[in-house]
């Protein structure tokens, strides 16, 4: 059981540079989040996609966009990278969005210089 | 809307004895509370959830919380801690109908276990 599976683990990029990080999932679950994690800030969200075919902002959303491209897959694109963007990502899935426990991938560690 | 607070960023006990992690939350629905553990450099893992049953809610690894809604709380503890556990534990907190589903994150509680 693969469960979330986040490409790449790490990632050094230059300002203003631009990237995609991808996210699949093999549980046929409905919701998708992107979440990044910084020292002491806990887990905030980025964007999250309820059901296949919405996306929604979540708190920190600038800077990102997000693609759902199928039920299995949401990615996480940044257009122009700032060292503010330096942050490890993690991509969740839940079965429904709600009281549904997070399956969560092994966390992406971008860099920005 | 809906918040969450950790009242410690940092707990510290020597192996063998008592943890307590507090967590405090804010909602204007029913709640859905969960624990989950992150280990280093790892993703991470649901310790327990409460969604409206029994208040007591055992998790893996000896944890349990229990939900107090006159104290907007949901402690989370474990009787004996063990060097295993030391890693960085969120509160989470969803709302149930009427409010957001969307689950927020407490700013996590680093555990540190002495030998």
């Known amino acids: 059981n693969a469960g979330v599976t986040q490409t790449p683990k790490f990632q050094v990029l230059k300002t203003g540079q631009s990237m995609t990080l991808q996210c699949a999932q093999d549980m046929n679950h409905n919701s998708m989040y992107w979440y990044r994690q910084d020292p002491g800030m806990g887990l905030r969200l980025i964007y999250y996609s309820a059901s296949e075919g919405t996306t929604d902002k979540g708190e920190v959303p600038n800077g990102y966009n997000v693609s759902r491209l199928n039920k299995r897959e949401f990615s996480l694109r940044l257009e122009s990278a700032a060292p503010s963007q330096t942050s490890v990502y993690f991509c969740?899935?839940?079965?429904?969005?709600?009281?549904?426990?997070?399956?969560f991938g092994a966390g992406s560690r971008l860099t920005v210089l | 809307a809906q918040s969450v607070t950790q009242l410690d960023s940092h707990v510290s006990v020597s192996e063998g004895t008592p943890v307590l992690l507090r967590c405090n939350y804010s909602s204007s629905y029913s709640p859905s509370l969960f624990w989950y553990v992150q280990h280093p450099n790892k993703g991470l893992q649901l310790l327990l959830k409460y969604t409206s049953a029994a208040t007591l809610v055992k998790g893996i690894n000896g944890f349990e919380a229990e939900f107090k809604k006159s104290e907007t709380s949901f402690h989370l503890t474990k009787p004996s801690a063990h060097m295993s556990d030391a890693a960085e534990y969120f509160c989470v907190v969803t709302e149930g109908s009427g409010g957001s589903y969307i689950p927020t994150f407490g700013r996590g509680t680093s555990l540190i276990v002495h030998p």
């Open positions: 969740a899935s839940s079965v429904e969005s709600g009281a549904n426990v997070l399956t």
